[in-house]
């Protein structure tokens, strides 16, 4: 039987789970695959930080990256790692010195995955980077492959684990925003610096990835629009459920006349919509294509072995590819220039909340601005905060974002306005 010879760089959360399935797999996936994948070199800074995991007698740990990249028994370079800057050499090292590379790394496929998938492409080796999206959900597999003979219209999901854990905690059990994020911190689900999660950012890199597939066409994390968590407050979420809506924070990518529009951002969905009932630290993804219809799947977007089970389903397809000498045939498809579509035009329901003064006519001063902006209300709900104050929640028809800026600037010069706390989408089931 072959052998073929891989190195994992970096040994943390997802390395350790693909060594583990590597490991406790082993028979498996030689049976499965007709070759023995042996882990060859491990590349880590600081080998002492490991010394509680017996390595096999194949392996050992090497410091200097150039133990890897100059070993032409190495035919695979794992990249889990993270980041864009040493990571992004490291596997432009690999590609270029003729090894197939698999990566879980979405920061630097956000960022570079067309240029890399090109790189691999022209060296005649594989890249390969299911864990870069959703963690143990094989979707660019799907996307690539069992979805390949659709045109794909639209993809929504719930691509971050952290997010949707805080959400649904707020919503579960009425807990503080600033609370939950402590939690999601200690049970290890958010980063240490968890900006890229809370602020949307990393839901934004996953979506740029599986849009450039669906899509055709090279999509950067740059083209995504990005709004993020942080202004969510637990009273939007009870007025949420009282209009039946549940609150996620949803990437969007969608196909229209106009071209490609690009979205993260927070937003209530009808409680019967299948992502509605996805909930914790799940993740959720949604496809539309002209075939299938629509198609979800759903499973856990992060964590040591679901993650290291996409990246072992690469290590595999990528040790068959070169058992039958055919790796670099993966081509990206990029040969399509849609237009990405303003945000500002895109059309949706709104739910705004505002403090008002708790005085006769105030209403009618609302509605009459709404009716100059051709906004009509779909339903309003007040409550009496104290005797000077109420607060409004108010859900309109479908209008441009355009309009809703319109309408806040012209609430904000009403004197009886106090404040507009909140504008959060309503998407439709
Ligand atoms: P960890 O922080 O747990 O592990 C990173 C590993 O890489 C550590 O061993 C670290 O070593 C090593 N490392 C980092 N920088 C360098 C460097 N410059 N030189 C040598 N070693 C380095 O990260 P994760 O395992 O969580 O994430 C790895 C990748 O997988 C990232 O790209 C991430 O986005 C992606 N991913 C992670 C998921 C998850 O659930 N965790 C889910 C999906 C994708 P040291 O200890 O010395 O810092
Ligand atoms: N921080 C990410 C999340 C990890 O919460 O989903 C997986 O990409």
């Not at 937003?267 to 909930?279: D, E, G, Q, W």
Request: hydrophobic share 40%; aromatic share 8%.
């Amino acid at each position: 039987m072959t052998t073929i010879k891989i190195a994992l760089l970096g040994f943390g959360t997802v390395a350790q789970g693909t060594f583990n399935l590597l490991q406790d797999n082993a028979e498996l996936i030689r049976n499965r695959t007709g070759v023995n994948v042996e882990i060859s070199k491990i590349f880590v800074r600081n080998p002492d930080k490991y010394s509680h995991i017996t390595l096999p007698e194949t392996a050992q740990y090497v410091t200097d990256i150039d133990e890897v990249l100059k070993d032409d028994s190495i035919q695979m370079v794992v990249e889990l790692m993270g980041g864009t800057t040493f990571a992004k050499d490291c596997v432009e090292g690999a590609l270029k010195a003729k090894k197939n590379v698999v990566t879980a790394n979405k920061d630097l496929l956000a960022e570079s995955g067309p240029y890399l998938l090109d790189l691999a492409s022209k060296n005649g080796v594989d890249l390969r980077f299911e864990a870069s999206v959703l963690g143990g959900i094989p979707i660019i597999r799907t996307l690539y492959e069992s979805l390949a003979g659709n045109r794909i219209t639209e993809i929504i999901g719930i691509m971050n684990g952290t997010t949707n854990f805080i959400l649904t905690k707020m919503s579960e059990e009425g807990l503080s925003y600033q609370d939950v994020l402590k939690e999601a911190q200690d049970l290890g689900y958010a980063e240490a610096d968890p900006t890229a999660d809370v602020e949307g950012l990393d839901a934004a890199r996953k979506l740029a990835i599986l849009a450039s597939i669906s899509f055709n066409r090279r999509i950067f994390f740059e083209d995504v629009s990005v709004e993020g968590i942080t202004s969510i407050d637990t009273e939007d979420i009870k007025f949420g459920k009282e209009f039946g809506y549940n609150i996620k924070l949803l990437g969007i990518a969608k196909e229209t006349s106009q071209g490609l529009s690009l979205n993260v951002y927070p937003a209530f969905i009808p409680t019967t919509h299948p992502l509605a009932s996805v909930r914790g630290s799940y993740n959720a993804i949604y496809v539309k294509g002209n075939g299938i219809d629509d198609v979800m799947l759903y499973g856990r977007g992060a964590g040591s072995l679901p993650t290291g089970s996409s990246v072992v389903s690469d290590i595999m397809e990528v040790a068959k590819n070169i058992s039958y000498n055919e790796t670099g045939r993966l081509k990206p498809f990029y040969y399509d220039q849609k237009n990405i579509y303003s945000p500002g035009k895109i059309q949706s329901s709104y739910y705004l909340r505002l403090e008002v003064d708790n005085k006769t006519g105030v209403l009618a001063k609302i509605s009459a601005k709404l009716a100059e902006q051709k906004i009509s209300v779909l339903s309003i709900v007040q409550r009496n905060m104290d005797p000077e104050t109420a607060v409004l929640a108010i859900v309109t028809s479908k209008c441009p974002r355009s309009y809703i800026l319109n309408l806040i600037d012209s609430f904000n010069s009403l004197r009886s306005v106090k404040s507009v706390n909140s504008v959060i989408r309503i998407m439709e089931a």
